[in-house]
C-alpha cells in the first residue's frame, strides 16, 4: 500500500522558519521525483520545490533562497525546510511523488499538512 505521511508543519512568525517533512512507503523511493506543492485559501495547488531522483532541485521563485528541499533516500522521506517565513506563505503542504520514466508514471500525494505563519 502506498503511503506519503507528512509531518511537521505548524505555526511560525514572520521571519521565522519551519520544516516538513515526508516519509514514502509502498513503493522504491529512488525511482522517484519528489515534490512539494503547497495551496492557500481560494488559491489554486503550485509548485513549491521538486527535488530530482538523482538529486536535482528546483523551486518556485518566489522561495529561491528562503526554502531548501532535500531527500534521505535511506529514510524514504523528503524534507522542505522553510525559512525567512512570510505571511504568504501560509498553505496546506503537499507532499507529491511522480515516477521517474518518459510517460506514465505512477503519481501520489500526501494528505497535506498546515503551515501557517501568522503575528
Known amino acids: 500500500q502506498v503511503q506519503l505521511v507528512e509531518s511537521g508543519g505548524g505555526f511560525a512568525q514572520p521571519g521565522g522558519s519551519l520544516i516538513v517533512s515526508c516519509t514514502a512507503s509502498g513503493f522504491t523511493f529512488t525511482d522517484y521525483h519528489m515534490s512539494w506543492y503547497r495551496q492557500a485559501p481560494g488559491k489554486e495547488r503550485e509548485l513549491v520545490a521538486t527535488?530530482?531522483?538523482?538529486?536535482?532541485?528546483s523551486y518556485v521563485e518566489s522561495v529561491k533562497g528562503r526554502f531548501t528541499i532535500w531527500r534521505a533516500d535511506d529514510k524514504n522521506t523528503v524534507y522542505l525546510q522553510m525559512g525567512f517565513l512570510k505571511l504568504q506563505d501560509t498553505a496546506v503542504y503537499y507532499c507529491?511523488?511522480?515516477?521517474?520514466?518518459?510517460?506514465?508514471?505512477?503519481?501520489?500525494w500526501g494528505q497535506g499538512t498546515q503551515v501557517t505563519v501568522s503575528l
Open positions: 527535488i530530482s531522483d538523482f538529486g536535482y532541485r
Open positions: 507529491h511523488a511522480r515516477e521517474n520514466r518518459p510517460a506514465g508514471g505512477a503519481v501520489y
